[in-house]
């Protein structure tokens, strides 16, 4: 568990969109992958693979930094909304 959660933090750091409006399923795959029995060493090539799709791109930074949880409210107001990806993050 700790490769897996190892893994989604660091997840965080590549877009959550890419190639005109893609969306990832990185942490999704990773969290069935785990639960499948993959082990470690599964799980860190798997990812590896998985982000080269998206070269140098990386999140924006006040989507790497989101805004405290404090100042989500209620996040089912922000479903939709790109603009509250940093939000909807925290």
Known sequence: MK???????????YPNAY?????THL???????AG????DARLEAWFAMYVARF?????APEV??????????DWRELRG????QPALRA
């Open 3 to 13: 490769t897996l959660h190892r893994l989604l933090d660091a997840a965080q750091r």
């Open 19 to 23: 190639d005109g409006g893609l969306a």
């Open 27 to 33: 942490p999704m795959a990773l969290h069935a992958l």
């Open 36 to 39: 499948l029995g993959a082990d």
């Open 55 to 59: 070269g140098d791109a990386r999140a």
């Open 64 to 73: 790497a930094a989101p805004v405290a949880e404090a100042a989500v409210g």
């Open 81 to 84: 909304r790109a603009d509250a």
